[in-house]
């Protein structure tokens, strides 16, 4: 049972600057680090952490940095088979420059992402069982070309697919979304992509717009909203799930944590409920790390953390097989 993640592969540079420079300035940076990013990049090393198939479909360039991009997900046993390189543009890169007040600014560019290529259909989805799309892969070019044939082969073939918004793709593509929301087997959003999505909702934008996703058409919609959690909406029924307390240092990877828990959970047989909570916590525990790719942990480190919180349910569907019955918390 394999997972299918269409999105950015991405080089990440973050550097610790002793102050920020006016334009034109120069400014000493005082540590450098490298680490693998993209929203598909992370979805995917985090589902085969859990210890589900993941392969990843994305494009880099032929330099060094695509070594960086994929270095998360090649060590997390991610198929990256399907991966393309590039002759012309190169990997993409994030570059997030950190003040002394721990302000970050970001410098990014989507290089050979946005050049996708629609592979042979018949070899990407051998063994698949779900879609993921980044929101990102829907952005622009022949990447968004690619991802949104891939997306109509998976609905043909029966695959449930699933989408994560990103602000620059409701703000550019509002209306494509919400066309396309109704296929989806789950839309992912967090608060602010959902105030964008439908800005009309009035009173608790939240529990409004995706009551008005849910008489769209959109069968499974989860909310991710921080510390407070998440909530859903499954066919009527309505879920606010609570965060778990921790003490958070980055919430980088979070998102995509949540995405990839979720996911793992529904494909081995979860309610919705239990799905998001496993959701809260995984990205719950990447929120007490530095990083995004770096700060995944394993399925042996999210046990720990589940059984420290008493989190049972969740804890059976780790441990359970794919399509298994599981359980219900008390």
């Known amino acids: 049972m394999t997972v299918l993640v269409i999105g950015d592969a991405n080089a990440d540079a973050s550097a ?26 992370n979805v995917a090393t985090a589902v085969a952490l859990l210890g589900m198939g993941a392969r990843l479909l994305a494009r880099i360039g032929k330099d060094p940095a ?12 991610v198929d990256l088979g399907a991966i393309q390189r590039d002759e012309v543009h ?7 420059a950190v003040s002394p007040s721990g302000e970050r600014t970001f410098f990014s560019h989507r290089g050979a992402n946005r050049a996708l290529e629609l592979p042979p259909a018949s ?5 698949i069982r779900w879609l993921h799309l980044s929101g990102h892969a829907l952005l622009e070019d022949r990447q968004r070309d690619t991802s949104l044939a891939l997306a109509r082969e998976a609905s043909a073939r029966g695959v449930p697919v699933s989408l994560d918004l990103c602000l620059p ?13 109704p296929s989806l087997a789950v839309l992912f959003a967090n608060e602010l992509e959902i105030a964008a999505l439908l800005p009309s909702a009035a009173g608790d934008p939240v529990e409004n717009a995706i009551g008005s996703l849910e008489k769209a058409g959109v069968p499974l919609v989860a909310a991710k909203l921080g510390a407070r959690g998440s909530m859903l909406s499954d066919r009527g029924a309505r879920h606010v799930l609570p965060a778990l307390p921790v003490d ?9 944590a949540y995405v990839a828990g979720f996911v793992v959970a529904r494909l081995r047989g979860a309610p919705p409920e239990v799905c998001g909570r496993l959701g809260n916590a995984l990205g719950a525990l990447v929120a007490t790390r530095p990083g995004a790719a770096s700060a995944l942990p394993t399925g042996a480190e999210l046990r720990a953390f589940l059984a420290h919180h008493a ?15 599981v359980r219900r918390s008390e």
């Open 123 to 127: 070899d990407l989805f051998r063994g």
């Open 248 to 256: 958070a240092r980055d919430t980088t990877g979070s998102g995509d």
């Open 169 to 181: 793709l409701v703000r550019t593509h509002r209306t494509d979304v919400l066309d396309l929301s």
């Open 16 to 41: 610790a600057l002793e102050r920020f420079p006016r334009e034109g300035d120069d400014a000493a940076i005082r540590a450098l680090g490298w680490g693998s990013g993209g929203a598909a990049v």
């Open 90 to 96: 190169s990997t993409g890169l994030c570059f997030a």
């Open 311 to 325: 989190a049972l349910a969740e804890l059976s569907v780790l441990s359970s097989a794919p399509g298994e019955p």
């Open 66 to 77: 695509g070594d960086v991009a994929l270095s998360a997900a090649r060590a997390a046993g």
